[in-house]
C-alpha cells in the first residue's frame, strides 16, 4: 500500500509538471457566492460598507493526503472614491499535487461603477498580483529509489529542480451587470470574468515552460424578497425580516476542464439553509450534491457576522469513498462604513462608524442593499 501510495504521488505530480496546459486548475469552491472576488474582481465594493471573508475548505477528508485550502478577501464599497466602486485584497492558498505543490495568490482588486438607469448598473473590475508555486522536493519519492522486494531503500540521482518555488504575476478581469425591480423585492446580477490573463509561466524545470491556463467565468445571481423588510439585531431573531431566496448558478472553465453549479439558498429567521449541484461536464465526470446551513447575527441594523457550513456529497463518479467536501466561511459585514466621503453613488456620508445614529438613509436604493451572503 505504501509503495502504491508513493507511485501515486509521481503520477499526479508528473500531470502538474507536464508542460500540457491543462496540467493546472484553480480551487473550485462550493461556496462561491462566499468568495466573491476570487469569482470576478468586478465584485470588488458591488455593495457599500466593508466585509471581510474568511474560508475554510477540507476537500476528501477520507484521503491518506489532507487537501486543504484556505481563502480570505476584503473589500471596501465606498461611493466617494472615484468610479464610485471600491478597493479590495484577496489572499487564496490551496495545495494540489497529493499535498507536494503549495500554491499561494495574493492581489488587489478595484471595481469602478457604471450607473446606466436607476435600477441597472454596471460594474468592471481587474485583479493585479502575484502567484506562488512552491514544490516540497525533499517529500518526493522517485522510481530509482525502489528495490523490487525491499522497496524504498535507495538516494534517487534525479537532479534537483531549478527552482523548488516560483513567483510571477498575475492578472485577471470581469465584469458584473447589477439590476433590480423599482421595488426592490427582486435584484439580481450576472458576471463574467477571466482570471490568469496572460497565462504565466510556472514550471519548475529550466527546459520548457508550462503555462498556467487561463480561466474563464461566468455566474448569475436572483434574489427573492418575498415582502417589505423590517429590523434585526442582536436582540431579535430576525423575525420581520422576509423570506429571502436566493438563485444562482456558476460555470468554469479552465484548459479542457468544464464544471457547472447550480441551487439555491434560503433566509428567514437569519437562518441560512441551501442545496446545490455540482457537476464536472469534460474529463472525468463526477456530480456532487451539497448542503448548506448557516446563521447571520446581527450586532446592528448595519453590522453583521455571517456563519455558512456546506457539505459536498459525492453522488456519481470516480471520487466517491473520498468523504465529499467540507467548507466553513465567515463574514464580517460593516454595512454603512464609508472613508471617502459622499459620492454620486448614494450609500452614507464620510467617516460613519457602523453602530452609530449617523446617516439618514439606511441605505442608498436597492442596488445598495446589504448582500445577501
Known amino acids: 500500500m505504501k509503495k502504491l501510495s508513493c507511485i501515486l504521488c509521481l503520477l499526479v505530480l508528473g500531470c502538474n509538471l507536464l508542460y500540457s496546459p491543462a496540467s493546472a486548475q484553480d480551487m473550485n469552491y462550493t461556496q462561491y457566492y462566499s468568495t466573491p472576488l476570487y469569482v470576478n474582481p468586478a465584485y470588488t465594493g458591488i455593495n457599500t460598507g466593508l466585509r471581510a471573508r474568511f474560508l475554510f475548505r477540507d476537500q476528501w477528508p477520507a484521503a491518506p493526503i489532507a487537501f486543504k485550502s484556505y481563502y480570505f478577501s476584503a473589500d471596501l464599497g465606498d461611493r466617494g472614491l472615484p468610479g464610485a466602486g471600491g478597493l479590495g485584497l484577496v489572499v487564496q492558498s490551496d495545495n494540489p499535487g497529493v499535498g507536494l505543490i503549495n500554491n499561494l495568490t495574493a492581489a488587489l482588486t478595484i471595481g469602478a461603477r457604471i450607473p446606466i438607469t436607476s435600477f441597472l448598473i454596471a460594474q468592471v ?16 519519492v522517485f522510481s530509482n529509489q525502489f528495490d523490487a522486494r525491499y522497496g524504498n531503500i535507495y538516494q534517487s540521482n534525479f537532479t534537483d529542480f531549478s527552482a523548488q518555488k516560483r513567483v510571477v504575476p498575475d492578472f485577471g478581469a470581469g465584469g458584473v451587470l447589477q439590476f433590480s425591480t423599482p421595488e426592490g423585492n427582486v435584484t439580481g446580477d450576472v458576471g463574467f470574468a477571466v ?11 529550466s527546459v520548457g ?6 480561466k474563464w467565468v461566468g455566474n448569475f445571481n436572483l434574489v427573492v424578497t418575498s415582502g417589505p423588510g423590517g429590523t434585526s439585531n442582536a436582540m431579535t431573531s430576525g ?8 438563485l444562482g448558478a456558476l460555470y468554469m472553465n479552465q484548459a479542457s476542464l468544464n464544471s457547472l453549479e447550480f ?3 434560503l433566509l428567514k429567521f437569519n437562518i441560512y439553509l441551501g442545496c446545490w449541484y455540482k457537476n464536472t461536464l469534460t474529463g472525468v465526470v463526477n456530480s456532487s450534491v451539497a448542503v448548506l ?4 447575527f446581527n450586532f446592528y441594523d448595519d453590522m453583521s457576522l455571517k456563519f455558512l457550513y456546506s457539505y459536498d456529497i459525492q453522488v456519481s463518479g470516480a471520487l466517491q469513498g473520498t468523504g465529499g467536501a467540507h467548507e466553513i466561511s465567515l463574514v464580517l459585514e460593516f454595512d454603512k462604513l464609508q472613508i471617502f466621503g459622499h459620492g454620486g453613488g448614494g450609500g452614507g456620508g464620510g467617516g460613519y462608524i457602523p453602530g452609530t445614529n449617523g446617516g439618514s438613509k439606511r441605505y442608498g436604493g436597492p442596488l445598495e442593499c446589504p448582500s445577501f451572503y
Open 263 to 265: 441551487g439555491l439558498n
Open 239 to 246: 423575525l420581520s425580516e422576509p423570506l429571502k431566496i436566493d
Open 209 to 214: 515552460s508550462s503555462q498556467y491556463p487561463r
Open 293 to 296: 446551513a448557516g446563521y447571520k
Open 195 to 205: 482570471d490568469h490573463i496572460f497565462q504565466p509561466d510556472v514550471s519548475f524545470l
Open 125 to 140: 473590475g481587474i485583479k493585479a498580483g502575484i502567484m506562488q508555486r512552491r514544490v516540497y522536493y525533499d517529500d518526493l
